[in-house]
């Protein structure tokens, strides 16, 4: 039996890894990763609600500026920092700005031991501050590489974003691209290889309104639409492909004693494959139509007294990377160098967008652990972030290829 030193291995990342040049980088993480969380804390505290990501967007600015990155802002908000390769292909590494939460939410960061606690510190506090670190080591890197590597912080990833800002970032880049990283959220135990399909409608019934005594049985708008909900959520969701559905958001009526003219309700519904997902659609409208009817046969109404609109808040297209792709050999051998175990996931992100175009994307975490996402319990604990950093940075140069 072969002594253990003397195991060969073809991974081509270790060789990478050995670089003296791409050393450097590694080693800067190894001593730096107390800065990059205290810039994920900066960061997390600035409010970034859907639709305005602006100011956390020009701090994130300065920081990729501050990496020597050549840093603008595009048209949607997308800060995009490049670093220049030999040629004109492009690895796009990516984290989403905004958050969940409205403006106005306490966003201070807790700090409770090693864990911080806040909204957004993990999703996507955690891959922004990620991203940073990932400029700075490969400033500290003395290599230089064959791809074109951009670092973004995009816009309207969450909540009614419709993913505008990759969807921009896709658009510009085109052809060029070679490969994208989305970064999002913490665990470094999955590579994202599959995109999950979503349709997200706001559905709202109008009706008469009136008063609740003098004008008691007239159709209610909140009646109806409660009819609804229940009829749909009694639609079977199947197991294979994987699908789910979350009324989210319901609003409407003015006062108690009043019927109201107005309900609304917001819904997403998600699936592994495109046609389930159309057939959900239908089963929705069909479960809306059919609760319409009734109630206004129940308050003897004429057909037309209530109204039914479906808006788009919009879609997301289904995708997967092939099982053959340099993209996730890369990772996987990043992995197996790293001695990281990770598995292949499905999942709603960023890299939909290229997916579904048939350009090559998967989204990684960032390195730590957390939890808590899009709730205010939202927490984030630094420990193992080296780990995450570095699979984050050897994926990068393994992909954008050492160029001397
Ligand atoms: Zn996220």
């Known amino acids: 039996m072969a002594p253990l030193s003397a195991r060969t291995t073809d991974n081509p990342v270790e ?4 670089n003296p040049g791409c050393a450097q980088g590694l080693e800067w993480i190894e001593h730096n990763t107390r800065w990059v969380t205290e810039e994920q804390i900066r960061l997390t505290e600035i409010a970034a609600p859907e639709m ?36 004109s292909s492009v690895v796009l590494i990516a984290a989403h700005l905004d958050t969940v939460f409205p403006a106005g939410t306490d966003l201070r960061v807790k700090r409770n031991g090693d864990r911080l606690e806040a909204p957004g510190i993990s999703d996507n506090g955690a891959g922004l501050s990620a991203l940073v670190g990932l400029a700075r080591a490969l400033a500290q890197s003395r290599i230089s590489t064959s791809r074109t590597i951009v670092l973004a912080g995009d816009v309207g990833e969450e909540g009614e974003g419709n993913l505008r800002g990759i969807r921009s970032l896709v658009e510009e880049y085109g052809s060029r691209l070679f490969a994208v990283i989305a970064v999002d959220g913490p665990s470094i135990e999955h590579i994202t290889t ?8 706001e559905i709202t019934i109008t009706g008469p309104g009136g008063h609740s005594w003098s004008d008691f049985g007239a159709p ?40 109201p003219a107005r309900a609304s309700v917001k819904i997403d519904l998600r699936s592994e494959a495109e046609p389930e997902l159309a057939r959900l659609e239908a089963a929705l409208r069909e479960a809306m139509r059919a609760a319409l009817r009734q109630e206004i046969e129940a308050a003897n109404a004429p057909p037309d007294a209530l109204g039914l609109t479906f808006h788009s808040l919009g879609s997301r297209p289904a995708g997967k990377l092939a099982e053959n792709s340099p993209l996730r050999e890369t990772i996987q051998s990043v992995d197996r160098y790293l001695g990281n175990r990770s598995r292949l996931e499905r999942s709603s992100t960023d890299a939909n967008i290229p997916l579904s ?34 699979r984050l940075y050897l994926a990068a140069i393994a992909l954008a290829g050492i160029y001397r």
């Not at 599959?194 to 409608?201: K, L």
């Not at 994307?361 to 205010?376: F, I, K």
């Open 15 to 18: 060789k990478i890894a050995h």
């Open 357 to 390: 175009l048939g350009i090559p994307a998967v989204s990684l975490g960032a390195g730590g652990m957390g939890g808590g996402s899009h709730t205010l319990g939202e927490w984030y604990d630094p420990t193992g972030r080296a780990l995450g950093l570095k």
């Open 52 to 87: 305005n990501e602006t100011r956390r967007g020009e701090y994130l600015r300065t920081l990729l500026e501050s990496s020597g990155l050549k840093v603008r802002t595009d048209k949607v908000g997308n800060v995009i920092g490049e670093r220049p390769g030999a040629d």
């Open 194 to 201: 599959q995109a999950i399909a979503s349709r997200r409608f």
């Open 220 to 259: 209610n708008p909140i009646t109806a639409l409660a009819r609804g909900i229940v009829q749909f959520s009694s639609v079977p969701m199947p197991d294979e492909p994987r699908s789910s559905f979350n009324f989210g958001v319901i609003e409407g009526g003015t006062s108690v004693n009043s019927i």
